[in-house]
Protein backbone atom coordinates (compact mmCIF):
# COMPACT_ATOMS: atom_id res chain seq x y z
CA UNK A 1 0.00 0.00 0.00
CA UNK A 2 3.09 2.56 0.40
CA UNK A 3 3.30 2.79 -3.40
CA UNK A 4 -0.58 3.07 -3.69
CA UNK A 5 -1.49 6.58 -5.75
CA UNK A 6 -4.36 8.48 -4.13
CA UNK A 7 -7.12 6.49 -6.32
CA UNK A 8 -5.82 3.18 -5.29
CA UNK A 9 -5.96 4.59 -1.53
CA UNK A 10 -9.24 6.26 -2.33
CA UNK A 11 -11.36 3.34 -3.73
CA UNK A 12 -9.59 0.94 -0.90
CA UNK A 13 -11.25 2.64 1.53
CA UNK A 14 -14.43 3.13 -0.08
CA UNK A 15 -14.55 -0.65 -0.76
CA UNK A 16 -13.20 -1.34 3.10
CA UNK A 17 -15.47 1.38 4.24
CA UNK A 18 -18.56 0.03 2.78
CA UNK A 19 -17.69 -3.75 3.79
CA UNK A 20 -17.30 -2.91 7.45
CA UNK A 21 -20.29 -0.41 7.58
CA UNK A 22 -23.47 -2.07 5.42
CA UNK A 23 -23.42 -4.87 8.00
CA UNK A 24 -24.15 -3.58 11.03
CA UNK A 25 -27.41 -2.60 9.42
CA UNK A 26 -27.91 -6.86 9.02
CA UNK A 27 -29.77 -6.79 13.06
CA UNK A 28 -32.73 -4.51 12.21
CA UNK A 29 -32.91 -5.13 8.17
CA UNK A 30 -31.48 -8.62 8.01
CA UNK A 31 -32.49 -9.07 4.67
CA UNK A 32 -31.62 -6.46 2.22
CA UNK A 33 -28.53 -5.66 4.44
CA UNK A 34 -27.68 -8.99 3.79
CA UNK A 35 -27.68 -9.10 0.33
CA UNK A 36 -26.16 -5.61 0.23
CA UNK A 37 -23.11 -7.20 2.01
CA UNK A 38 -22.96 -10.03 -0.26
CA UNK A 39 -23.15 -7.97 -3.40
CA UNK A 40 -20.18 -5.96 -2.24
CA UNK A 41 -18.26 -8.85 -1.61
CA UNK A 42 -19.09 -10.35 -4.95
CA UNK A 43 -17.99 -6.89 -6.71
CA UNK A 44 -14.89 -5.76 -5.07
CA UNK A 45 -12.13 -7.92 -6.05
CA UNK A 46 -13.33 -6.69 -9.77
CA UNK A 47 -13.75 -2.76 -8.35
CA UNK A 48 -10.36 -3.44 -7.34
CA UNK A 49 -8.76 -5.26 -10.78
CA UNK A 50 -10.53 -2.38 -12.94
CA UNK A 51 -9.91 1.21 -10.85
CA UNK A 52 -6.96 0.40 -8.80
CA UNK A 53 -3.23 -1.26 -9.29
CA UNK A 54 -3.27 -2.84 -5.99
CA UNK A 55 -1.75 -5.98 -5.48
CA UNK A 56 -4.40 -8.97 -5.41
CA UNK A 57 -2.22 -11.71 -4.30
CA UNK A 58 -3.33 -12.11 -0.55
CA UNK A 59 -6.78 -11.53 -1.70
CA UNK A 60 -8.43 -15.01 -0.85
CA UNK A 61 -7.34 -14.59 2.97
CA UNK A 62 -8.47 -10.88 3.30
CA UNK A 63 -12.09 -11.73 1.11
CA UNK A 64 -13.04 -14.82 3.83
CA UNK A 65 -11.98 -12.29 6.61
CA UNK A 66 -13.89 -9.51 5.98
CA UNK A 67 -16.54 -12.42 5.15
CA UNK A 68 -16.28 -13.50 8.27
CA UNK A 69 -17.00 -10.34 9.94
CA UNK A 70 -20.46 -9.59 8.44
CA UNK A 71 -21.13 -13.32 8.73
CA UNK A 72 -20.77 -12.82 12.60
CA UNK A 73 -23.06 -9.73 12.95
CA UNK A 74 -25.70 -11.70 10.99
CA UNK A 75 -24.53 -14.83 13.31
CA UNK A 76 -25.59 -12.13 16.02
CA UNK A 77 -28.86 -10.88 14.50
CA UNK A 78 -30.29 -14.48 14.40
CA UNK A 79 -29.58 -14.56 18.29
CA UNK A 80 -31.70 -11.30 18.55
CA UNK A 81 -34.61 -12.09 15.79
CA UNK A 82 -35.36 -15.36 15.35
CA UNK A 83 -37.94 -17.04 17.87
CA UNK A 84 -37.28 -21.12 16.90
CA UNK A 85 -34.88 -22.02 19.25
CA UNK A 86 -34.19 -25.19 16.83
CA UNK A 87 -33.79 -22.42 13.82
CA UNK A 88 -31.15 -20.93 16.44
CA UNK A 89 -29.19 -24.18 16.92
CA UNK A 90 -29.32 -25.41 13.29
CA UNK A 91 -27.64 -21.70 11.92
CA UNK A 92 -25.13 -21.54 15.05
CA UNK A 93 -24.13 -25.34 14.10
CA UNK A 94 -23.67 -24.05 10.28
CA UNK A 95 -21.98 -21.30 11.46
CA UNK A 96 -19.26 -22.71 13.84
CA UNK A 97 -18.69 -25.36 10.98
CA UNK A 98 -17.70 -23.13 8.86
CA UNK A 99 -15.67 -21.00 11.49
CA UNK A 100 -13.61 -23.85 11.99
CA UNK A 101 -13.04 -24.70 8.15
CA UNK A 102 -12.07 -20.94 7.31
CA UNK A 103 -9.46 -21.09 10.31
CA UNK A 104 -8.46 -24.18 9.14
CA UNK A 105 -8.03 -22.85 5.61
CA UNK A 106 -6.06 -19.77 6.81
CA UNK A 107 -3.40 -22.10 8.99
CA UNK A 108 -2.72 -24.68 5.86
CA UNK A 109 -3.71 -22.57 2.64
CA UNK A 110 -5.82 -25.70 1.36
CA UNK A 111 -8.71 -24.80 -0.59
CA UNK A 112 -10.13 -27.56 -0.71
CA UNK A 113 -10.98 -27.40 2.93
CA UNK A 114 -13.49 -24.14 2.07
CA UNK A 115 -15.54 -27.02 -0.12
CA UNK A 116 -15.64 -29.48 3.30
CA UNK A 117 -16.71 -26.76 4.88
CA UNK A 118 -19.13 -24.74 2.98
CA UNK A 119 -20.96 -21.22 3.65
CA UNK A 120 -24.31 -22.80 3.99
CA UNK A 121 -25.04 -20.80 6.92
CA UNK A 122 -24.96 -17.53 4.53
CA UNK A 123 -27.78 -19.23 2.83
CA UNK A 124 -29.62 -20.71 4.94
CA UNK A 125 -30.03 -17.06 6.72
CA UNK A 126 -31.42 -15.75 3.69
CA UNK A 127 -33.67 -18.26 2.95
CA UNK A 128 -35.35 -18.17 6.28
CA UNK A 129 -35.44 -13.92 5.90
CA UNK A 130 -37.01 -14.55 2.91
CA UNK A 131 -40.05 -16.36 4.48
CA UNK A 132 -39.91 -13.66 7.22
CA UNK A 133 -41.10 -10.86 5.38
CA UNK A 134 -44.41 -12.24 4.74
CA UNK A 135 -44.66 -15.58 6.85
CA UNK A 136 -43.74 -16.72 10.51
CA UNK A 137 -41.05 -18.68 10.10
CA UNK A 138 -41.64 -20.00 13.86
CA UNK A 139 -44.06 -22.23 12.37
CA UNK A 140 -41.87 -24.13 9.81
CA UNK A 141 -41.18 -27.29 11.10
CA UNK A 142 -38.03 -29.26 11.65
CA UNK A 143 -38.19 -31.40 8.46
CA UNK A 144 -38.27 -28.49 6.44
CA UNK A 145 -35.36 -26.36 8.25
CA UNK A 146 -33.66 -29.47 7.89
CA UNK A 147 -33.92 -29.97 4.07
CA UNK A 148 -33.77 -26.42 3.43
CA UNK A 149 -30.33 -26.39 4.96
CA UNK A 150 -29.38 -29.76 3.14
CA UNK A 151 -30.13 -28.31 -0.26
CA UNK A 152 -28.50 -25.26 0.58
CA UNK A 153 -25.26 -27.18 1.44
CA UNK A 154 -25.66 -29.92 -1.44
CA UNK A 155 -27.11 -28.09 -4.62
CA UNK A 156 -26.48 -24.68 -4.30
CA UNK A 157 -23.05 -24.20 -1.75
CA UNK A 158 -20.89 -27.23 -2.69
CA UNK A 159 -20.69 -26.55 -6.88
CA UNK A 160 -20.34 -22.91 -5.67
CA UNK A 161 -17.33 -23.38 -3.37
CA UNK A 162 -15.63 -25.87 -5.91
CA UNK A 163 -16.25 -23.04 -8.68
CA UNK A 164 -14.12 -20.20 -6.29
CA UNK A 165 -11.65 -21.92 -4.36
CA UNK A 166 -10.78 -25.19 -5.65
CA UNK A 167 -10.98 -24.71 -9.34
CA UNK A 168 -10.72 -21.31 -9.35
CA UNK A 169 -12.81 -19.85 -12.19
CA UNK A 170 -14.17 -16.50 -12.50
CA UNK A 171 -17.99 -16.78 -14.13
CA UNK A 172 -17.48 -13.89 -16.42
CA UNK A 173 -14.87 -15.51 -18.27
CA UNK A 174 -15.73 -18.98 -18.35
CA UNK A 175 -18.94 -17.64 -19.59
CA UNK A 176 -17.52 -15.61 -22.37
CA UNK A 177 -14.95 -18.40 -23.38
CA UNK A 178 -17.69 -21.41 -23.34
CA UNK A 179 -20.99 -20.01 -24.14
CA UNK A 180 -20.22 -16.89 -26.02
CA UNK A 181 -17.43 -18.77 -27.93
CA UNK A 182 -15.05 -15.63 -27.27
CA UNK A 183 -12.11 -14.89 -25.92
CA UNK A 184 -12.52 -13.88 -22.27
CA UNK A 185 -11.09 -10.19 -23.41
CA UNK A 186 -13.68 -9.59 -25.74
CA UNK A 187 -16.72 -7.06 -24.97
CA UNK A 188 -19.64 -8.34 -24.00
CA UNK A 189 -21.21 -6.88 -27.27
CA UNK A 190 -18.71 -9.05 -29.41
CA UNK A 191 -19.67 -12.13 -27.47
CA UNK A 192 -23.51 -11.81 -28.28
CA UNK A 193 -22.69 -10.50 -31.87
CA UNK A 194 -20.95 -13.65 -32.49
CA UNK A 195 -23.64 -15.82 -30.98
CA UNK A 196 -26.81 -14.05 -31.41
CA UNK A 197 -29.08 -16.97 -29.93
CA UNK A 198 -27.78 -17.19 -26.47
CA UNK A 199 -29.74 -13.48 -26.07
CA UNK A 200 -32.86 -15.61 -27.34
CA UNK A 201 -32.07 -18.50 -25.08
CA UNK A 202 -31.31 -15.90 -21.91
CA UNK A 203 -34.55 -13.68 -23.08
CA UNK A 204 -36.30 -17.53 -22.82
CA UNK A 205 -34.97 -18.16 -19.50
CA UNK A 206 -36.29 -14.84 -18.08
CA UNK A 207 -39.64 -15.88 -19.24
CA UNK A 208 -39.52 -19.05 -17.64
CA UNK A 209 -38.61 -17.62 -14.61
CA UNK A 210 -41.21 -14.99 -14.62
CA UNK A 211 -44.20 -18.11 -15.24
CA UNK A 212 -42.28 -20.10 -12.53
CA UNK A 213 -42.71 -17.22 -10.17
CA UNK A 214 -46.40 -16.91 -10.95
CA UNK A 215 -46.93 -21.01 -10.60
CA UNK A 216 -44.94 -20.76 -7.25
CA UNK A 217 -47.02 -17.63 -5.68
CA UNK A 218 -50.16 -18.87 -6.27
CA UNK A 219 -49.02 -22.10 -3.96
CA UNK A 220 -47.90 -20.41 -1.23
CA UNK A 221 -49.46 -20.15 1.66
CA UNK A 222 -51.65 -16.98 2.67
CA UNK A 223 -49.22 -14.33 3.55
CA UNK A 224 -49.51 -13.33 7.69
CA UNK A 225 -48.49 -9.99 6.89
CA UNK A 226 -47.77 -7.47 4.60
CA UNK A 227 -43.91 -7.22 3.32
CA UNK A 228 -41.78 -6.31 5.70
CA UNK A 229 -38.25 -5.79 6.04
CA UNK A 230 -37.58 -4.31 9.28
CA UNK A 231 -36.82 -7.46 11.99
CA UNK A 232 -38.53 -5.26 14.85
CA UNK A 233 -41.50 -4.96 13.10
CA UNK A 234 -41.63 -9.17 12.70
CA UNK A 235 -40.85 -9.36 16.06
CA UNK A 236 -43.91 -7.14 17.05
CA UNK A 237 -46.25 -8.84 15.06
CA UNK A 238 -44.73 -12.39 16.44
CA UNK A 239 -45.09 -11.43 20.01
CA UNK A 240 -41.68 -11.75 20.23
CA UNK A 241 -40.74 -8.93 22.04
CA UNK A 242 -39.05 -8.23 26.18
CA UNK A 243 -41.10 -9.58 28.48
CA UNK A 244 -39.84 -7.60 31.28
CA UNK A 245 -36.43 -5.99 31.77
CA UNK A 246 -33.69 -7.00 29.36
CA UNK A 247 -30.47 -7.67 31.38
CA UNK A 248 -27.07 -6.40 31.24
CA UNK A 249 -26.02 -9.78 29.83
CA UNK A 250 -27.13 -13.31 30.01
CA UNK A 251 -26.24 -15.44 33.15
CA UNK A 252 -24.71 -18.78 33.06
CA UNK A 253 -21.08 -20.59 31.96
CA UNK A 254 -22.52 -21.57 28.51
CA UNK A 255 -22.96 -18.16 27.01
CA UNK A 256 -19.40 -17.30 28.52
CA UNK A 257 -18.03 -20.33 27.03
CA UNK A 258 -19.62 -19.05 23.63
CA UNK A 259 -18.48 -15.58 23.62
CA UNK A 260 -14.99 -16.75 24.00
CA UNK A 261 -15.28 -19.35 21.51
CA UNK A 262 -16.65 -17.03 19.22
CA UNK A 263 -14.49 -13.57 19.95
CA UNK A 264 -11.48 -16.16 19.51
CA UNK A 265 -12.03 -17.93 16.32
CA UNK A 266 -13.37 -14.75 14.75
CA UNK A 267 -10.16 -12.94 15.88
CA UNK A 268 -7.46 -15.80 15.13
CA UNK A 269 -9.17 -16.02 11.42
CA UNK A 270 -8.41 -11.89 11.27
CA UNK A 271 -5.20 -12.20 12.56
CA UNK A 272 -4.24 -15.32 9.89
CA UNK A 273 -5.14 -12.97 7.09
CA UNK A 274 -3.60 -9.42 8.52
CA UNK A 275 0.07 -9.06 7.10
CA UNK A 276 1.22 -6.91 9.93
CA UNK A 277 0.75 -9.27 12.65
CA UNK A 278 2.69 -12.31 13.44
CA UNK A 279 1.31 -14.17 16.61
CA UNK A 280 0.28 -17.93 17.01
CA UNK A 281 -3.05 -18.81 17.00
CA UNK A 282 -2.95 -19.99 20.65
CA UNK A 283 -1.68 -16.48 21.93
CA UNK A 284 -4.22 -14.76 20.29
CA UNK A 285 -6.92 -17.33 21.42
CA UNK A 286 -5.43 -17.14 25.04
CA UNK A 287 -5.45 -13.12 25.23
CA UNK A 288 -9.27 -12.46 23.31
CA UNK A 289 -10.59 -15.28 26.02
CA UNK A 290 -8.61 -13.14 28.72
CA UNK A 291 -10.54 -10.11 27.12
CA UNK A 292 -13.61 -11.83 26.89
CA UNK A 293 -13.76 -12.75 30.29
CA UNK A 294 -12.29 -9.10 31.43
CA UNK A 295 -15.50 -8.09 29.91
CA UNK A 296 -17.87 -10.51 31.76
CA UNK A 297 -16.46 -9.20 34.89
CA UNK A 298 -17.24 -5.52 33.87
CA UNK A 299 -20.98 -6.92 33.17
CA UNK A 300 -21.14 -8.57 36.65
CA UNK A 301 -20.12 -5.28 38.40
CA UNK A 302 -22.41 -3.62 36.19
CA UNK A 303 -25.30 -6.08 36.90
CA UNK A 304 -24.89 -4.92 40.65
CA UNK A 305 -26.26 -2.04 39.91
CA UNK A 306 -23.12 -0.20 39.42
CA UNK A 307 -22.85 2.17 36.23
CA UNK A 308 -26.32 1.76 35.38
CA UNK A 309 -26.93 3.85 32.82
CA UNK A 310 -24.74 2.10 30.91
CA UNK A 311 -27.04 -0.72 29.20
CA UNK A 312 -29.33 1.88 28.30
CA UNK A 313 -26.00 3.93 26.14
CA UNK A 314 -27.13 3.69 22.48
CA UNK A 315 -25.51 0.73 20.65
CA UNK A 316 -22.94 2.99 19.04
CA UNK A 317 -21.60 4.36 22.10
CA UNK A 318 -21.68 1.36 24.29
CA UNK A 319 -19.53 -0.66 21.18
CA UNK A 320 -17.12 2.28 21.77
CA UNK A 321 -16.47 2.18 25.19
CA UNK A 322 -16.20 -1.25 25.19
CA UNK A 323 -13.90 -1.10 22.58
CA UNK A 324 -11.66 1.16 25.33
CA UNK A 325 -11.98 -1.94 27.53
CA UNK A 326 -10.96 -4.37 24.89
CA UNK A 327 -7.91 -1.67 23.93
CA UNK A 328 -6.37 -1.89 27.64
CA UNK A 329 -7.25 -5.55 28.74
CA UNK A 330 -5.65 -6.64 24.67
CA UNK A 331 -2.22 -4.68 25.79
CA UNK A 332 -1.74 -6.15 28.92
CA UNK A 333 -2.36 -9.50 28.26
CA UNK A 334 -0.48 -9.54 25.39
CA UNK A 335 2.29 -8.00 27.02
CA UNK A 336 2.14 -10.79 29.58
CA UNK A 337 1.82 -13.55 26.96
CA UNK A 338 4.54 -12.95 24.73
CA UNK A 339 6.85 -10.50 27.31
CA UNK A 340 6.79 -8.40 24.91
CA UNK A 341 5.24 -4.63 24.53
CA UNK A 342 4.29 -2.13 22.36
CA UNK A 343 4.97 -4.49 19.17
CA UNK A 344 1.69 -3.88 17.46
CA UNK A 345 0.83 -0.26 15.87
CA UNK A 346 -1.86 1.67 17.52
CA UNK A 347 -4.70 1.45 14.58
CA UNK A 348 -3.93 -2.69 14.93
CA UNK A 349 -4.94 -2.28 18.26
CA UNK A 350 -8.27 -0.25 18.12
CA UNK A 351 -9.11 -2.69 14.90
CA UNK A 352 -9.06 -5.50 16.76
CA UNK A 353 -9.89 -4.18 20.18
CA UNK A 354 -13.32 -2.89 18.30
CA UNK A 355 -13.93 -6.58 16.43
CA UNK A 356 -13.96 -8.16 20.16
CA UNK A 357 -15.73 -5.03 21.64
CA UNK A 358 -18.64 -5.66 18.55
CA UNK A 359 -18.91 -9.48 19.25
CA UNK A 360 -19.54 -9.09 23.31
CA UNK A 361 -21.27 -5.95 23.26
CA UNK A 362 -24.13 -7.75 20.38
CA UNK A 363 -23.60 -10.84 22.17
CA UNK A 364 -24.29 -9.39 25.13
CA UNK A 365 -26.91 -7.24 24.00
CA UNK A 366 -29.14 -9.74 22.26
CA UNK A 367 -28.63 -13.00 24.05
CA UNK A 368 -30.19 -11.09 26.99
CA UNK A 369 -32.80 -9.59 24.70
CA UNK A 370 -33.68 -12.88 23.54
CA UNK A 371 -33.92 -14.28 27.19
CA UNK A 372 -36.51 -11.89 28.55
CA UNK A 373 -38.49 -12.69 24.71
CA UNK A 374 -38.56 -15.78 25.95
CA UNK A 375 -40.16 -15.33 29.32
CA UNK A 376 -43.25 -16.48 30.29
CA UNK A 377 -46.04 -13.62 29.32
CA UNK A 378 -47.96 -11.73 31.62
CA UNK A 379 -51.55 -13.15 31.12
CA UNK A 380 -53.08 -9.80 31.51
CA UNK A 381 -50.56 -8.33 28.72
CA UNK A 382 -52.45 -8.88 25.83
CA UNK A 383 -50.43 -5.87 23.24
CA UNK A 384 -47.99 -7.07 20.71
CA UNK A 385 -49.32 -10.77 19.87
CA UNK A 386 -50.48 -11.96 16.19
CA UNK A 387 -52.94 -14.50 15.73
CA UNK A 388 -52.98 -16.55 12.63
CA UNK A 389 -55.56 -14.88 11.22
CA UNK A 390 -53.94 -11.63 11.08
CA UNK A 391 -56.22 -10.23 13.37
CA UNK A 392 -54.08 -8.18 16.98
Known sequence: MGDASQLDLAVFVLVLGLRLVV??????????????????DGVDQTVFATFTDLPLDNYQSYDKALDIYYLTIAYLAVIRNWRSTFSLRLAAGLWYYRLVGVLAFELTGERWLLMVFPNTFEYFVIAIEVVRTRWDAGRLSRRALVWTAALIWVVVKLPQ?????????????????????????DT???????????VVLLLVLVVALWFGWRWLRRR?????????????RVSTLTGFVPRGPVAVAPR??????????????????????????????????????????????????RARGHAPRVGRLPLGVQVGANTAISVVAILVFAAFATGRRGTVSVGDVLFFGYLVALVVTLYDRYTARREACERPADPSDTSGHWSLSGRR
Open 23 to 40: PLFIPRFPLPALIAALVI
Open 188 to 198: WSEGFAYRPWV
Open 220 to 232: LPAQDWPLTLDAD
Open 161 to 185: EWWIHVAQLDFTDEFKRVVLGVDPT
Open 252 to 301: GVGHLLEKVALAALVTMIMVESYPRIDSSPTTVALVVGATVVAHAGVSVW
